[in-house]
Nanobody
Framework: QVQLVESGGGLVQPGASLRLSCTAS????????MGWFRQAPGKEREFVAA????????YYEYSVKGRFTISRDNAKNTVYLEMNNVKPEDTAVYYCAADKSGIRPLSGRKNRYDYWGQGTQVTVSS
């Protein structure tokens, strides 16, 4: 089993920056891929970004490309989502997920991910 714990959410103003963290524990592996998803009230959970533990290859959903950056710190077993120039439409619960297959290309499909965190709330409002 793999446990994922997200942190770093909160209330921020439009245009601000925020960094989310996801720390993994348990039976993790460098072959995994890690992803961030988000779910706004009344909407489906959607893909945001993914990164490979092994070589740092990344993949982004189109609407966040250029504003969000996903990265990982292997020594800390932690994945980050740096969010810049946030917008009200970025308001959602953000979830970290682990794809134990690590198959390339990285995927934005929810059913590729085997483990999920509990989520952290991000609210963008003035």
């Amino acid at each position: 089993q793999v446990q994922l714990v997200e942190s770093g959410g909160g209330l921020v103003q439009p245009g601000a920056s925020l960094r989310l963290s996801c720390t993994a524990s348990g039976r993790t592996s460098s072959s995994y891929a890690m992803g961030w998803f988000r779910q706004a009230p009344g909407k489906e959970r959607e893909f945001v970004a993914a990164v490979s533990w092994s070589d740092g290859v990344t993949y982004y959903e189109y609407s966040v490309k250029g504003r969000f950056t996903i990265s990982r710190d292997n020594a800390k077993n932690t994945v980050y989502l740096e969010m810049n120039n946030v917008k009200p439409e970025d308001t959602a619960v953000y979830y970290c997920a682990a794809d134990k297959s690590g198959i390339r290309p990285l995927s934005g499909r929810k059913n590729r991910y085997d483990y999920w965190g509990q989520g952290t709330q991000v609210t963008v409002s003035s």
